[in-house]
């Protein structure tokens, strides 16, 4: 019977430095992904700046002191739309024989 008690205690003391280890791997491992998980925000809170600001940094630029030109009128004469030869529009002969 004592055997049996003995061999008892020393798998429970056995068992309890498992756990005891065990619990020193999970608080070791806890550790690490708080490192990672600090290192990760950091990493998505400096991307977040980065795409908040402008890609291109434009030059400032003055304004034109010139006033623009005003588009001029098309100049319209009689023989404007003359056209040598015949084309799809209408058959003639010679320069502005259409129908």
Do not use: C
């Not at 806890?30 to 950091?42: D, I, P, S, V, Y």
């Not at 400096?46 to 623009?68: D, F, G, I, K, Y």
Request: hydrophobic share 35%; aromatic share 0%.
């Amino acid at each position: 019977m004592a055997r049996l008690q003995q061999a008892q205690r020393d798998a429970q003391a056995s068992q309890q430095r498992t756990v005891a280890e065990l619990q020193a791997q999970g608080d070791t491992q806890q550790k690490e992904m708080a490192g990672q998980r600090l290192a990760t925000q950091a990493a998505s809170q400096s991307l977040r700046v980065l795409a908040t600001r402008s890609t291109q940094a434009a030059a400032p630029t003055a304004q034109s002191s010139r006033p623009r030109q005003e588009t001029r009128v098309r100049a319209t004469t009689a023989t404007n739309d003359l056209r040598i030869g015949s084309s799809g529009r209408g058959a003639g002969v010679g320069v502005n024989l259409g129908g």
